[in-house]
Nanobody, 125 residues
Framework: QLHLVESGGGLVKPGGSLRISCASSTLTLNSYVVAWFRQAPGKGREGVSLINRSGGMRLYADSVKGRFTISRDDAENTVYLQMNALEPEDSAVYYC??????????????????WGQGTQVTVSS
């Protein structure tokens, strides 16, 4: 059963913006730590951003700080990743993942209990 569903990916030009979404019909997302990961061809899956259960902690990889913003809409039960000033290096499949608890080593892929199927983001002119 797929607990998380990503959407909103697409093709965008360098310098452009895109917002991707992670929704669930089975998990109440404000009861989980939700993280965004990405995986480019030939590379490992890397942590991009995280929001904790209260929403008061938002973490970002150094490569996206100042450009990406994670947020959550509890009424929609959806977590968003707003991506601005996109670069070709941001091209990847973006996945959301969830776990009930936060750990400091939050970017460990194997830690997360639930994953979505991914959404493709391509940054190209």
């Amino acid at each position: 059963q797929l607990h998380l569903v990503e959407s909103g990916g697409g093709l965008v030009k360098p310098g452009g913006s895109l917002r991707i979404s992670c929704a669930s019909s089975t998990l109440t997302l404000n009861s989980y730590v939700v993280a965004w990961f990405r995986q480019a061809p030939g590379k490992g899956r890397e942590g991009v951003s995280l929001i904790n259960r209260s929403g008061g902690m938002r973490l970002y990889a150094d490569s996206v700080k100042g450009r990406f913003t994670i947020s959550r809409d509890d009424a929609e039960n959806t977590v968003y990743l707003q991506m601005n000033a996109l670069e070709p290096e941001d091209s990847a499949v973006y996945y959301c993942a969830a776990h009930p608890d936060f750990i400091s080593a939050w970017a460990i892929v194997s830690y997360y209990s639930y994953w979505g199927q991914g959404t493709q983001v391509t940054v190209s002119s």
